[in-house]
């Protein structure tokens, strides 16, 4: 069975592997107040501005963002019902113009599916509650084909499991249980003229 409170790491490859961490990722102040928001983003944009490999930004990041969730409650509960058309909704937590990083809950209906994508940058999902399947895939082109995938793997996250994905990463999420899928979502800087929705029928990607 797969362990509870994980750390994953999907490669631009779309693998999916255990996140593992040097010791000095994981040191916390020995007396410390609350970790707020407003230090956490402090704290992950000198990361981001001091670490230029996508790699080890995540492994720096991932434990900040389950330090954030277990001092901070206020974002367990702060986000939208799923809007009943779409089957999702996103709420903002912070989104500044010419700031490198875009924090976010999303909420996801019982059996609702994403369309298969990539967000061109890198981005931490921490499921905060309920359970969804993440389909990942890779590109396969072929001369007929140049925007062509196909499927590397499945994995199902839960409650206290955090998934990291590198820029090239493609995934689909599919919210399954009985309940809404509840997540904490943070994301670099996004070149969207890089991110795509993939078709696997008609073998295109279109950008959105």
Not at 16 to 23: A, D, H, K, N, Y
Not at 27 to 43: C, K
Not at 102 to 114: I, Y
Not at 124 to 152: C, H, M, Y
Request: aromatic letters at 12%.
């Amino acid at each position: 069975m797969q362990s509870i409170n994980q750390d994953w790491l999907v490669t631009n490859e779309s693998r999916c592997i255990p996140l593992v961490f040097m010791q000095n990722d994981l040191q916390e102040d020995s007396f410390t107040p609350p970790y707020r928001l407003y230090r956490f983003l402090t704290d992950v944009e000198n990361i981001v501005w001091q670490e230029p490999d996508d790699r080890l930004r995540l492994q720096k990041i991932c434990p900040l963002v389950r330090r954030l969730l277990n001092d901070s409650e206020w974002i367990l509960t702060s986000f939208g019902l799923p809007d009943c058309e779409t089957g999702w909704s996103v709420q903002m937590l912070y989104d500044e113009p010419d700031f490198a990083l875009t924090v976010q809950t999303v909420a996801w209906s019982p059996q609702s599916v994403s369309p298969i994508h990539n967000h061109a940058t890198w981005g931490i999902v921490a499921l905060i509650d309920g359970e969804e399947k993440n389909t990942f895939w890779q590109r396969s082109p072929s001369a007929e084909f140049p925007d062509r995938i196909v499927k590397t793997e499945e994995h199902i996250l839960t409650a206290g499991d955090i998934l990291c994905l590198m820029p090239e990463a493609i995934h689909q999420i599919e919210a399954i249980g009985n309940e809404p899928t509840i997540s904490f979502n943070i994301y670099g800087i996004t070149n969207y003229s890089q991110r795509f929705e993939f078709d696997i029928e008609r073998h295109t990607a279109q950008v959105f």
